[in-house]
């Protein structure tokens, strides 16, 4: 027998023990079992899965043909899922069985904080990381990768390589495509994200480049389109400044770039406004787009009516109608005078109700 075949034997020996682990795990129910248990079929599973990974990496390294090693590393992922499923069930039931434990051991000191807890919890909503591509939201997503899964001590390493894998999509997951699962390549991982997507000089690039390419509004009664524009300029700015890059090194290329991006009247608003004095500034612009958009937030909001503009709508539609049925029929053939007149009147009455509306203001 050779050499991989002996490797091989011996692994197999071990995958059948890791299975009967599983398995058991998996027939667990929903009542706690005793502590003693629980923890010494967690410490088995962890003892074979170290085993396990030995003797995978003595097979990967005898394997010569790339068919036969995709092949071998898919087996591997296999056992490695169901190993990683186990062990998260164990340490689920280990803290339902420890909460429980200290309840009963001091119901009128934990009780109470339990239930509200608990009572929490069923309220919030499931938190979400939204997965990475390789964007300038890099430092957002560490942010949230960091404080829900990388500081969290219940879960090893390998169990955070999966869902750092799982969180990203490409490009960025082909940074991290080709790593085997272990703790060494989850640190060497996250380094290699951190140097290629958390430069400082890359990020500061893209909210600069995002700024360059904003879309203009060219009608200051688009209310809703001045804000979106005032948001995405203000969350570009406050990027920029967080790298502590100040308005200062960059406002004389952003200050005309900023006013083409905004409707004529406001702009000839804004320089009869501002102070001669001094030199523009991206605040001063800032502060006046934003005093723009919150006052027609404001009028808009006392003066608008969904019931009135249905009604004009209607009509309006109603007489458009009815002046297109007229421009292409106005001389109808062989139609009795008494249509005809029907017609005119009709007319008439939609027109003054039309006008009566607007007298009202509607």
């Given at each position: 027998?050779?050499?991989?075949?002996?490797?091989?034997?011996k692994?197999?020996?071990v995958?059948?023990?890791?299975?009967?682990?599983v398995?058991?795990?998996q027939?667990?129910?929903e009542e706690?079992?005793?502590l003693n248990?629980l923890s010494?079929l967690?410490e088995l599973i962890?003892t074979?899965?170290?085993?396990?990974?030995?003797?995978?990496?003595?097979?990967?390294?005898?394997?010569?043909?790339?068919?036969k090693?995709?092949v071998e590393?898919k087996?591997?992922e296999?056992y490695?899922d169901?190993?990683?499923s186990a062990k998260i069930?164990?340490?689920s039931?280990?803290?339902?069985?420890?909460?429980?434990?200290?309840q009963?051991?001091h119901?009128?000191?934990?009780?109470s904080?339990?239930?509200e807890?608990a009572?929490?919890a069923?309220?919030l909503?499931k938190?979400?990381i939204?997965?990475?591509?390789g964007?300038?939201?890099f430092?957002?997503?560490?942010?949230?990768?960091?404080?829900?899964?990388?500081s969290?001590?219940s879960?090893s390493?390998?169990?955070?390589?999966?869902?750092l894998?799982?969180?990203l999509?490409?490009?960025?997951y082909n940074?991290?495509a080709?790593?085997?699962?272990n703790?060494?390549?989850?640190?060497?991982?996250?380094?290699l994200l951190?140097?290629?997507y958390g430069r400082?000089?890359f990020?500061i690039?893209s909210y600069?480049s995002?700024l360059?390419n904003?879309?203009p509004?060219?009608?200051?009664?688009h209310?809703?389109?001045?804000r979106?524009?005032y948001d995405?300029?203000?969350?570009?700015?406050?990027?920029?400044?967080?790298?502590?890059?100040?308005?200062?090194?960059?406002?004389?290329?952003?200050?005309?770039?900023?006013?083409k991006l905004l409707p004529?009247?406001l702009?000839l608003?804004?320089?009869?406004k501002?102070?001669?004095?001094?030199?523009?500034?991206?605040?001063?612009?800032m502060?006046?787009?934003r005093?723009e958009?919150?006052?027609?937030?404001?009028?808009?909001?006392?003066?608008?009516?969904?019931?009135?503009?249905e009604?004009?709508?209607?009509?309006?539609?109603?007489?458009?109608n009815?002046q297109t049925?007229?421009?292409?029929?106005?001389?109808?053939k062989?139609?009795s005078?008494?249509?005809?007149?029907?017609?005119?009147?009709?007319?008439?009455?939609?027109?003054s109700?039309?006008?009566k509306?607007?007298s009202?203001?509607?």
């Amino acid at each position: 027998m050779d050499k991989m075949s002996k490797v091989i034997e011996k692994r197999s020996s071990v995958r059948s023990s890791i299975t009967k682990l599983v398995k058991r795990v998996q027939a667990l129910g929903e009542e706690t079992e005793d502590l003693n248990s629980l923890s010494e079929l967690l410490e088995l599973i962890q003892t074979k899965e170290e085993i396990l990974k030995k003797y995978d990496s003595e097979v990967e390294d005898l394997i010569t043909d790339p068919e036969k090693f995709k092949v071998e590393l898919k087996g591997s992922e296999e056992y490695d899922d169901k190993i990683l499923s186990a062990k998260i069930k164990l340490k689920s039931k280990l803290k339902t069985f420890t909460e429980k434990t200290v309840q009963e051991s001091h119901p009128s000191l934990n009780k109470s904080n339990i239930s509200e807890n608990a009572a929490s919890a069923l309220k919030l909503p499931k938190l979400e990381i939204p997965p990475f591509s390789g964007d300038s939201n890099f430092m957002e997503f560490f942010g949230c990768f960091d404080s829900a899964i990388g500081s969290n001590d219940s879960l090893s390493k390998i169990e955070k390589f999966q869902y750092l894998k799982s969180l990203l999509s490409p490009p960025a997951y082909n940074v991290v495509a080709g790593f085997e699962l272990n703790e060494k390549n989850y640190d060497s991982c996250l380094e290699l994200l951190k140097q290629r997507y958390g430069r400082t000089d890359f990020i500061i690039n893209s909210y600069m480049s995002k700024l360059l390419n904003l879309e203009p509004v060219r009608n200051s009664s688009h209310v809703k389109s001045l804000r979106r524009l005032y948001d995405e300029i203000e969350v570009n700015i406050r990027n920029l400044r967080a790298l502590n890059v100040t308005e200062g090194s960059y406002g004389h290329l952003l200050n005309p770039l900023l006013l083409k991006l905004l409707p004529q009247d406001l702009v000839l608003d804004f320089h009869r406004k501002r102070s001669k004095d001094k030199n523009c500034e991206v605040s001063e612009i800032m502060t006046f787009l934003r005093y723009e958009v919150e006052s027609r937030e404001i009028c808009e909001s006392v003066t608008s009516n969904p019931k009135n503009s249905e009604t004009k709508r209607t009509f309006s539609q109603n007489c458009q109608n009815f002046q297109t049925y007229q421009r292409n029929y106005s001389k109808p053939k062989n139609v009795s005078t008494a249509a005809t007149l029907y017609t005119q009147v009709k007319s008439i009455c939609i027109l003054s109700r039309y006008r009566k509306l607007q007298s009202f203001g509607y």
